[in-house]
């Protein structure tokens, strides 16, 4: 049975840095990829980034790409999402995520999420 677990949230002044991990169970990080999506209040979900079976990465917009990045452990199966000079439009639940079968990014749906992380970034 999947299961993913976020850690890492918190409140953040504009410019800060934040790391987020999930830990994954019910797979391996080597048989499927894994993602983030995140979710404003009021705003429908939004990609952030994913890490495929094999190692690649993608990022849904240029900015996120320039700030954050997607990382993996494979023998803690644990994914984790490094934040940098992070702006208050990146207020919002983060959610870890992946796909049946889906080996490859970006993902095309999310079939499973943890309970998410919230961050928020406020002066």
């Known amino acids: 049975q999947v299961h993913l677990v976020e850690s890492g949230g918190g409140l953040v002044q504009p410019g800060g840095s934040l790391t987020l991990s999930c830990a994954a169970s019910?797979?391996?990080?080597?048989?499927?990829?894994i993602g983030w999506f995140r979710q404003a209040p009021g705003k429908g979900r939004e990609g952030v980034a994913c890490i495929s079976m094999t190692g690649g990465t993608s990022y849904q917009t240029d900015s996120m790409m320039a700030r954050f990045t997607i990382s993996r452990d494979t023998h803690k199966n644990t994914v984790s999402l490094q934040m940098n000079n992070l702006k208050p439009e990146d207020t919002a639940v983060y959610y870890c995520?992946?796909?049946?079968?889906?080996?490859?990014?970006?993902?095309?749906?999310?079939?499973?999420w943890g309970l998410g992380t919230q961050v928020t970034v406020s002066a």
């Open positions: 019910g797979f391996t990080l080597e048989e499927r990829a």
């Open positions: 995520t992946t796909e049946s079968g889906g080996r490859s990014c970006p993902l095309r749906e999310y079939h499973y």
